[in-house]
């Protein structure tokens, strides 16, 4: 591993985490990752969670995790259906929308008050990872986002890695109404963006300079964090590796083999 990046010499307050391909993949956890977050929990530090997958809700992440020996609560898990819907009682309330998207996300943008359309008659379309994306689906946004509609995504990121390589994620979709209807998405709420930063950071109640974010993507997660002001560490356990880290103008504040390696070595 490259030496132009040094591993963390002292504790955060808060260790925020991506989920796939950081903390698990599949239904296991990824080496080290377990014992790291319990012995961070010992030492009292914070541990949070920030998933783009919006094909789960927090409560399923929270039991994921649980079942997998990490006892966690859904408030200390943040995905893009949440930011989503803080995002639109914002600026939209009761709005209209059509979903590209999959069941869950739906489900959670009906809880916080927005009405589902199964026509083009809507508001605002908002595309995410959706597996059963089909030509019925764009063809509604199309006619929708034509007659006026507003634009959104959850997140905009290119593959969901998964134990056996990885399924096309939301920039398919996204790619997809953009191409047919000329309009670019208006904003992305996922990651790297600044409402999941201010979402994860108003749960914590912390400034950023006292807390790590942690993942497996630059584009994401290392991004999120050094924009915020947080330091940001890339784990080399999921999308990223060595050659993709060497060709990429983000530059983490450590890079770490897998996330035993956040623990300061004096502690170790």
Known sequence: MSSAYPLPNHFYDAYIFDLDGTVYLGDALLPAAGETITYLRALGKRTVFLSNNPTHTRQ???GRLTALGLPTPPEDVVNSSLVMADFLARRMPRARLFV???ESLRRELAAAGFRLADDARADAVIASFDRTFDYRKLQIAFDAIRAGARFFATNADRFCPTPDGGQPDAAAMIAAIEAATSTPVEAVV????????EAILSRLGLPPERCLMTGDRLETDVLLGLNAGMAGALALTGATDE????????????????????IPRLET
Request: aromatic share 8%; net charge positive; glycine share 8%.
């Open 60 to 62: 399923a992440y929270a």
């Open 243 to 262: 050659a993709m880290l060497a060709a990429s103008d983000i530059r983490p504040t450590y890079v770490v083999r897998n996330l035993g390696e956040l």
């Open 100 to 102: 590209v998207g999959e």
């Open 190 to 197: 996922g990651k790297p963006s600044r409402y999941m930063a």
